[in-house]
C-alpha cells in the first residue's frame, strides 16, 4: 500500500516514546490540534511553568521546568500546527540517578487530531496516537436513501465528506394525461440517474491512497437497489452494507459506529489471503524470498512485486569487533548481542543499522507496494517468528 512507510514509521516514533520512563510525573506531552493558535498554547505552557514552581521535590520541579522551556522554544519555530496537528514531548530520560537529559521529540500525525491537551506524568502519553493505528487504511462511506445520499472518505477516524447528492424522484409532479405505468417508468429513470450520479461521485475513492472497499449504510430498501445496479467502478469492493437511520454527517458516524467488526473482518481475512499465498509461493519455490540477503538483492535487481514487513518490526544489524583478536563481524537481532569471541574477548559493537527502516527506504524508492503485516493474529505471528518479519513477492525469478 501506498502509505506503509508513513505507517511503519509513525509506529516506530510512538514505540520510541513507550520506552521512556520517568522518575515521578516530569514527562510532558502536549497534543495540539490543526487550526488551534501556538500563542495560546505557549501562553499555557507559561502559566504551567509558574506553577511548577509550587512542586515540592525540587528535581523533579526543575525537570518539569526544564521540559516546558525546551517545548516553548520548540514552538518559537512553529507559526501554526500542521495540517494534521502536533504532538509534542519532553521531559528527563535519563537512565542515570541525578543525571539530567532533557529531550523534546513530536510526531505529526498521519490523521488529524482530535484532542487537545497539557500532560505530566510518569510516561509520555500516546494513547490518541494509539488509537489512530486502528485503522490505518481508507475506506469509502455511504448513506442513502431514495431522497438523498452523502459521499465521505474515512481515513484512521477521520471523515471527510466528498459529495451530497438529492434525488427528484420523490418529488411531486402532475401526471396529467399519462398512464400510470409511464408515470413510474419515469419514476424508474429518475431513481436510476440519481444511482448513476452516486457511483459517479464514488470514482474519486480509485485513486485514493491505501483504498480498502466501500461500505454503504441507510434506511430502507434503496442501498440493496443500487447494489443491484452496481453503477460505479468496478475497481470498488463493496465491503458490506449496514441499517442507519440517517443520510447525512450523523448517519456516517452511525455507519462508523456499526462497521467496525466489518473493517477488521476485512483486514483479518485479507491478511490472511496474503500470508497463505506467501507460504505457498515458499514451498514450491516460486515467486517468494525471505532473508536480509535474497530481499535486499531482489531490491537491487528490481525484482520485488511487493514486500511485506511485520508491524513494529525492530530488527538491527550489529558490527561487531573484538578488540582481543581483531575479529570482526555483523549479527542480526533486536538489541545489542551479548557473546564471547572464539578467542575468549568480549566483543563491542561499533555500528548499528536499522534494517527494517532500511529495507523499506528502498522499497519506497522503486515505489513499490509494502504491506505491513499484524503480529496480532495467527498468521502474523508465524510470519514475524518464521521469516524474522520480512518477506517479498517477486515479478520473475
Do not use: W
Not at 117 to 137: A, D, H, I, N, W
Not at 169 to 179: E, L, T
Amino acid at each position: 500500500m501506498a502509505d506503509s512507510k508513513e505507517v511503519y514509521d509513525f509506529k516506530k516514533q510512538i514505540a520510541e516514546l513507550e520506552k521512556y520512563r520517568g522518575r515521578g510525573t516530569e514527562l510532558i506531552s502536549v497534543y495540539v490540534t490543526p487550526g488551534y493558535p501556538i500563542s495560546d498554547i505557549a501562553g499555557k505552557l507559561r502559566e504551567e511553568y509558574g506553577q511548577a514552581s509550587n512542586i515540592k521535590s525540587k528535581s523533579t520541579q526543575k525537570n518539569v521546568q526544564a521540559a516546558i522551556e525546551k517545548i516553548l522554544a520548540f514552538l518559537k519555530t512553529v507559526s501554526k500546527p500542521p495540517e494534521n496537528g502536533v504532538a509534542i514531548f519532553a521531559g528527563n530520560v535519563s537512565e542515570v540517578e541525578g543525571r539530567s537529559d532533557v529531550r523534546l521529540l513530536y510526531i505529526i500525525p498521519p490523521s488529524p487530531l482530535h484532542v487537545q491537551f497539557y500532560r505530566c506524568e510518569s510516561t509520555f502519553v500516546t494513547e490518541p496516537l494509539k488509537e489512530m493505528l486502528e485503522q490505518t487504511g481508507s475506506y469509502g462511506l455511504v448513506v442513502m436513501d431514495g431522497k438523498e445520499s452523502t459521499i465521505a472518505l474515512l481515513k484512521g477516524k477521520d471523515i471527510k465528506v466528498l459529495r451530497k447528492l438529492t434525488s427528484t424522484a420523490h418529488q411531486k409532479v402532475h401526471k396529467g394525461g399519462q398512464s400510470a405505468a409511464r408515470y413510474q417508468r419515469i419514476h424508474e429513470e429518475v431513481v436510476e440517474v440519481y444511482y448513476k450520479r452516486i457511483g459517479e461521485a464514488m470514482d474519486s475513492f480509485v485513486d485514493v491512497k491505501g483504498f480498502k472497499g466501500v461500505i454503504v449504510g441507510g434506511p430502507g430498501p434503496a442501498k440493496e437497489d443500487f447494489l443491484r445496479l452496481k453503477p460505479f467502478n468496478y475497481q470498488l469492493q463493496v465491503l458490506g452494507t449496514v441499517d442507519t437511520g440517517y443520510t447525512d454527517e450523523y448517519g456516517l458516524r452511525e455507519l462508523l459506529e456499526k462497521s467496525g467488526d466489518l473493517i477488521a473482518e476485512q483486514e483479518v481475512v485479507r491478511e490472511k489471503k496474503l500470508l497463505d499465498r506467501f507460504m505457498r509461493e515458499v514451498v514450491k519455490g516460486g515467486l517468494a524470498v525471505y532473508g536480509l540477503d535474497d530481499i535486499r538483492a531482489a531490491i537491487a535487481a528490481k525484482k520485488v512485486e511487493t514486500l511485506l514487513v511485520s508491524e513494529g518490526l525492530a530488527l538491527r544489524e550489529f558490527r561487531m569487533k573484538c578488540h582481543a583478536c581483531g575479529k570482526t563481524f555483523t549479527r542480526i537481532a533486536d538489541k545489542p548481542p551479548e557473546e564471547e569471541c572464539s578467542c575468549g574477548g568480549k566483543p563491542v559493537v561499533e555500528s548499528e543499522s536499522d534494517i527494517a527502516g532500511e529495507i523499506v527506504s528502498a522499497a519506497e524508492a522503486q515505489a513499490l507496494p509494502i504491506e505491513m503485516v499484524s503480529q496480532n493474529t495467527a498468521e502474523g505471528s508465524q510470519f514475524h517468528a518464521t521469516f524474522k518479519g520480512l518477506g517479498a513477492f517477486l515479478r520473475y525469478k
